[in-house]
């Protein structure tokens, strides 16, 4: 059954297999979202007459009895259906009779398809903003709770000034608060509701799209109903956008982790349980969590292009390659949820070495503090510099004067700030209607 099937149209088997391909494994992810559309679009069509009270009565509740089907899991989309819109209306006509027949009225499956993704996704993307919060608090609790502890710092892996693992977190978590402020914009399109424009045409029938976008609980209308067809894509590729870069920065935090594990480092470890060992190597022990996270987060930013690529070059108008938007993005949001959980599963197991830099090898991290004590005793900064740059070259270099408590601007190691970045992760997450979780 399918919703644009004539009685004497006969697709050949072969083209239809082509042309279903995998949305239908898809498709049942979008079943909650249909009702929900459904829901609105046949309160709208009372509203303006096109539906009796009665009749609306008895779809609302067989599409809310599909919907615990869907909540129970026994929900499924029957071999000779198309899509999970087909089976729904099939569903609720066999169930409540002709009534059932009507909900179709005043839209198409271009536009049911469209608002059910928006909602679908409107979801998806306040789940990954609430991992992200748990990640982030748990980040600035490590942050504050190794503030002290001092690490190497390096550039271009050469070792460079000190550090700590207070800021090591810190910054991590204050990336987060970047991510998700360009997951919120996309978040922002997400929540613009395209019901009632129809096949991008609009439609004669007196809807009330308003009304629609009320009943939806959606933050605004894309107004103009060509535009409202040409979101769809558009809409997909700023979500992908705001999930790659949460994807490059669990990626970077796990490349880190993966480095510092390594035995030449040794700053930080895990527990047995969290690593994996070698079929010949008997003291292996694998970080393969954070190399998966770290592969999937590079993984995560080649979606936005190809996205773009799919949809590149298309006039106005709804076309088909849009559907497989759905198996370029969907599985894309599940991979990021499930590196949150793994992250937020074993951080908090980390174990910190102490003492790092009282390890000969690095002594040369203290050269800009002894410039900037010269400095401090009326030296020229190009005179103190050549002054310890002589002494790294002679072998005497020897500097033992190191407070880190000393560096008292915003965001150094006697100073994270993370009392503000917190304050600024807030200001983001109620931009999704959510809230930091207790610390």
Known sequence: MKLWQKDHTDTAKLVEQFTIGKDRDFDLLLAAADIQGSLAHTAMLCHV?????????????????????????????EDDVEDVHSQIELQLTRDIGEAGKKIHSG??????????????????????AKLTSVLFSQLQQLSGQYRHCLMP?????????PSSFGLWFGAYAESLVDDLELLAAAYKVTDKNPLGSGAGYGSSFPLNRRL??????????????????????KTERFVATGIAALGATLARLSMDVCLFMNQNFGFLSFPEALTTGSSIM?????????????????RL?????????????????????????????????????DCFRILSFALPQVKIKEDILSDNAYRYLFTVEAVNDLVNQGLPFREAYRAVGASVEEGNFDYQGFDPSRHTHEGSMGNLCNEEIRVAMEKVLRQFSLELPEA
């Open 212 to 233: 629609s976008t009320e009943l939806l609980q959606m933050g605004g209308l894309h107004y103009n109903v060509v535009y409202a067809q040409m979101s769809r894509g």
């Open 282 to 298: 008997p003291h292996k022990k694998n970080p393969d969590i954070f190399e998966l996270v770290r592969g999937k987060g590079n």
């Open 49 to 77: 007459g096109l539906l009796t009270r009665e009749e609306t009565e008895l779809i609302h509740k067989g599409l809310q009895d599909i919907n615990a089907q869907i909540a129970a899991g026994l929900f499924r989309i």
């Open 153 to 161: 710092g390096y550039t271009h892996l050469q070792v460079a000034m």
């Open 301 to 337: 930013q080649s979606v936005p292009n190809e996205l773009t690529l799919l949809t590149t070059n298309l006039p106005s108008g709804y076309h088909r390659e849009l559907q497989l938007t759905k198996e370029i993005l969907f599985p894309a949001l599940e991979m990021l949820k």
């Open 107 to 128: 839209r198409s499956r271009n536009d049911q398809v469209a608002v059910a993704i928006k909602l679908y996704l409107k979801e998806e993307i306040r789940d990954i």
